[in-house]
Every structure is written in structure tokens, then in C-alpha cells.
């Protein structure tokens, strides 16, 4: 909910205000011709003061950045095993798998580190049976997350050291 403070107004109570509703409440502060307006993540001002509600757009913004975000999640081979292991999949099957693709097991035998931006765990997951989001459960949950399990429950540890 976006606030205004009509000009025109003493440097005090520009003070106040951002003190009101900045300072106390975390809300964005932005001055047009017509006032100073205090306002939500997905409002905008216009030059003349007016107030636009742009939740569709900032909505799909924030998603498409927790998009990018999960993509640029890492984990370890072994931390990923493991949560393959819960699901059900041995270490015997994921090898099988990589063994099937010279480009798997080139990435497989020479990272330290799996990226979920890699296309190719995609391909090898859905082989497996597991969901893109299933994929992304394990990625967040391996990088510390903690957050609610899509449709079939996994569960991923962050400890490196620690059995799951």
C-alpha cells in the first residue's frame, strides 16, 4: 500500500516520512513533480504522482530471478548420489546412466561439482524418472534451504560428512 506526502512539504516532514515509512517499514522512497510517495516493491510513481500497481510484471520478475538463482545452485557428486539414494536409485544405476553417454561421464569424471544449470542432468534426471522441480528440490535443499518437498518426498542433507 503506497503512501504520499503532497508537496508542498518542510524538509521536517520529508524527514518523518522517510523515517515513517523507509526506515520503519522498508517501503521504497520516490519523489515526483506532485509528492513524495512511499511504496510497495511492485508500485511505481508516475511524473504527475500517480500511483501504478505493476504486481503482474514485478511478480514475474521475482520468479524468473528465483529461476536464475536455483540455476546458479551447486553441489557435490556425493551429496547428489545420496539424494538419489533416498529417492531410490542406487549409486550402481546412476553409474549405469553415465556410462550410456561419453558427454556424462567426461562431466561426471571431471567436476567437482554439479551445476543445476547444466542441461545435461535434465536429460539424465528425466531418464531416471525424476521431475525438473524434484531436480531443483535436491539442488536447494543440498545447498541448505529448508523447504517443503515437491510430490515425492526427498530428503537431502548439507552436511558433507553426515549419512542421509
Known amino acids: 500500500m503506497a503512501y504520499k506526502l503532497e508537496k508542498p512539504y518542510t524538509d521536517k516532514q520529508k524527514a518523518d516520512f522517510i523515517v515513517k515509512y523507509n526506515h520503519n517499514t522498508g ?13 510497495e ?3 511505481e510513481v ?7 500497481d505493476n504486481t503482474e510484471i514485478w511478480q514475474q520478475e521475482q520468479q524468473e530471478k528465483e529461476v536464475a538463482r ?9 551429496v547428489f548420489a545420496l539424494a538419489l539414494q533416498q529417492m531410490g536409485i542406487t549409486y550402481t544405476q546412476l553409474k549405469t546412466l553415465i556410462s550410456t553417454s561419453e558427454q556424462a561421464q567426461l562431466e561426471w569424471d571431471l567436476c567437482v561439482e554439479l551445476e543445476r544449470a547444466n542441461p545435461l542432468l535434465d536429460t539424465m534426471a528425466a531418464q531416471m524418472g525424476i521431475s525438473s522441480e524434484q531436480l531443483d528440490y535436491i539442488f536447494r535443499k543440498g545447498n541448505g ?20
Do not use: Q, Y
Open 70 to 78: 536455483i540455476k546458479s545452485l551447486k553441489l557435490t557428486k556425493r
Open 41 to 43: 516493491a511492485w508500485e
Open 46 to 52: 508516475n511524473e504527475n504522482g500517480d500511483i501504478l
Open 27 to 39: 517501503l521504497k522512497i520516490v519523489e515526483s513533480n506532485t509528492a513524495l510517495c512511499a511504496l
Open 145 to 164: 534451504e529448508d523447504i517443503t518437498p515437491p510430490a515425492s518426498e526427498i530428503e537431502v542433507t548439507t552436511n558433507e560428512s553426515e549419512e542421509l
